[in-house]
C-alpha cells in the first residue's frame, strides 16, 4: 500500500520538475532515489538563488555609498563655488567704489587747483609755515564739482614771529580731510579707445563671405581689436568711426561690406577692368558693449587680389 503511494506522489513530482515519470517496474528503491536527487537540485537552486541575492544586496549597498561620496562631494563643490562668487562679486564691488571714489577726489583736486590759480590774492604758505600748522588747507569728502566753496580769512597765531595771514577753503559740510600735496592728480586719463592696422600680406583670389584680417597693428589702444580674426570688439558705448581702404590690381573688382553682428552698415567698390585702383570709405555707428565690427567680401572677379600694407583699417571712439 506505500509502495504505490511513493510511486504517485514521484509521478507529480516528475511531472512538475519536467522529469519523466518512474518506471513501475523499477520499485520503490528507484523512485526514492530520483526523489533525492530532485530535493538536491532544489536545494543547490535555491543556494544559487541565496548567493545571487547577497551578490545583489552587496552591489546595492555600494552603489548607495557611491551616490552619498557624489553627494557630498557635489556639496563640497558648491559650497567652493559659492565662495567663489562671493570673493568676485565683492571685488567688482570694492572696484567699482574704488573708481567712483577716485573720480570724485579727482573733481575735487581739479576744483581746489583752479581756485587757487585763479584768485591771485591767495597767499600760498611756506613749508615752515605748514609745519607750524600757521595755514592749512582744508578740502571736504564730500564736495563735487558743482559745489559752490566758502573762503575765510584766517589769521595766524599770534605768537608766530611772521603775522602772516592765509585763506582757508572749506565746504559747508562739518566733515572734512586734509589734502597732501602728494595726492594730487591720482588718478591719470585712459586712452581713447582707436586702433590702426594693415593688411601684412596679399590675399589671393579672395571669395565672397571672406572676412579680411588685416593683420599688421599699428594703433591698438584697449587691446580692442583681434588680428587674429579681423574683429573689433565694443567695451564702451558710444558713437565710432570706421574706415577702410582696399586696393587692387588692374582686371580685377572686389566690392566690400563693414559689418556689425552680421549686419552690412556700410559698403565699398575697388577695381576696375582698366586701372590699378583703391577704395577708401568711411562710416559712423553707434555701438554698446559686446557689438563686433569686422570687414568681409561681398563679391569679386576672378582672380581679384587684396594688396599687401595698401589695404588698411582703422576706428575710434568720438
Known amino acids: 500500500m506505500v509502495c504505490p503511494l511513493v510511486v504517485l506522489m514521484a509521478v ?28 538536491a537540485d532544489l536545494t543547490k537552486r535555491v543556494d544559487d538563488l541565496e548567493n545571487q541575492r547577497l551578490a545583489d544586496t552587496m552591489y546595492i549597498s555600494g552603489v548607495i555609498q557611491e551616490m552619498k561620496e ?11 563655488l559659492d565662495r567663489i562668487l562671493k570673493m568676485k562679486s565683492d571685488g567688482r564691488t570694492k572696484t567699482i567704489d574704488w573708481r567712483i571714489d577716485s573720480t570724485k577726489y579727482e573733481s575735487q583736486t581739479n576744483l581746489q587747483s583752479a581756485t587757487f590759480e585763479n584768485q591771485s590774492d591767495t597767499r600760498v604758505p611756506t613749508l615752515d ?11 571736504d569728502e564730500n564736495t563735487d564739482s558743482d559745489s559752490i566753496a566758502e573762503e575765510k ?14 585763506r582757508i577753503r572749506r565746504n559747508s559740510s562739518a566733515h572734512s580731510t586734509i ?21 601684412g600680406h596679399t590675399l589671393n583670389d579672395v571669395a565672397r563671405e571672406q572676412v579680411i584680417i588685416f593683420e599688421s597693428i599699428i594703433v591698438n589702444n584697449g587691446g580692442h581689436y583681434d588680428e587674429h580674426t579681423g574683429v573689433f570688439t565694443c567695451d564702451t558705448e558710444g558713437t565710432y ?35 590699378n585702383e583703391a577704395s577708401s570709405t568711411t562710416a559712423v555707428v553707434n555701438l554698446i558693449p559686446g557689438d563686433k565690427v569686422w570687414t568681409r567680401i ?5 582672380g581679384a587680389d587684396v594688396l599687401a600694407s595698401k589695404s588698411s583699417l582703422c576706428g575710434f571712439k568720438i
Open 12 to 39: 507529480l513530482l516528475a511531472f512538475v520538475s519536467g522529469h519523466s515519470p518512474p518506471n513501475s517496474d523499477t520499485g520503490c528503491d528507484v523512485v526514492v532515489l530520483r526523489l533525492e536527487n530532485m530535493v
Open 179 to 199: 589734502l597732501a600735496p602728494h595726492q594730487m592728480n591720482r588718478v591719470g586719463q585712459q586712452k581713447p579707445t582707436a586702433f590702426f592696422t594693415t593688411l
Open 70 to 80: 557624489v553627494k557630498d562631494k557635489n556639496r563640497r563643490l558648491e559650497r567652493k
Open 241 to 275: 568711426v570706421f574706415s577702410w581702404t582696399i586696393y587692387t590690381i588692374n582686371g580685377g573688382y572686389i566690392h566690400s561690406d563693414l559689418v556689425k553682428n552680421g549686419n552690412v552698415f556700410a559698403s565699398s567698390l575697388a577695381g576696375d577692368q582698366n586701372f
Open 298 to 302: 561681398t563679391a569679386s572677379s576672378a
Open 153 to 166: 580769512e584766517v589769521k595766524t597765531d599770534d605768537t608766530s614771529t611772521s603775522k602772516n595771514q592765509g
Open 129 to 139: 609755515q605748514k609745519a607750524n600748522g600757521n595755514t592749512s588747507i582744508v578740502l
